[in-house]
Nanobody
Framework: QVQLVESGGGLVQQGGSLRLSCAGSESIASVYRLRWFRQSPGQKRVLVASITSGTIVEYDEAVKGRFTISVDNAAKTLYLQMNSLKPEDTAVYYC???????????WGQGTQVTVSS
């Protein structure tokens, strides 16, 4: 059982930066896949960034070049560094873990990010 706790959300002005954290209850060093999703009101949850097998990194086109996903294995924490934030980045951000290709998915509780114009 993996528990994930997000933090770091908040209110920021357009062009600003935030770093989201997702602390794992156990080591995430060998976790198969770690991801960040976001969900705006009335919208589906969408994939923002992903790390698979510790090396394969992918980003949604809307955030490429502005967001960076990373893992601190010693701290058992997944990060999402968000720069040059835009109002359309406003959403609840969720972290996701899948320990093996066939395991269940674990979700964090979400953290609100609001970007003002």
């Amino acid at each position: 059982q993996v528990q994930l706790v997000e933090s770091g959300g908040g209110l920021v002005q357009q062009g600003g930066s935030l770093r989201l954290s997702c602390a794992g209850s156990e080591s995430i060093a060998s976790v198969y896949r770690l991801r960040w999703f976001r969900q705006s009101p009335g919208q589906k949850r969408v994939l923002v960034a992903s790390i698979t097998s510790g090396t394969i990194v992918e980003y949604d086109e809307a955030v490429k070049g502005r967001f960076t996903i990373s893992v601190d294995n010693a701290a058992k924490t997944l990060y999402l560094q968000m720069n040059s934030l835009k109002p359309e980045d406003t959403a609840v951000y969720y972290c996701y873990a899948k320990t093996t290709p066939t395991s269940r998915i674990y979700w964090g509780q979400g953290t609100q990010v609001t970007v003002s114009s």
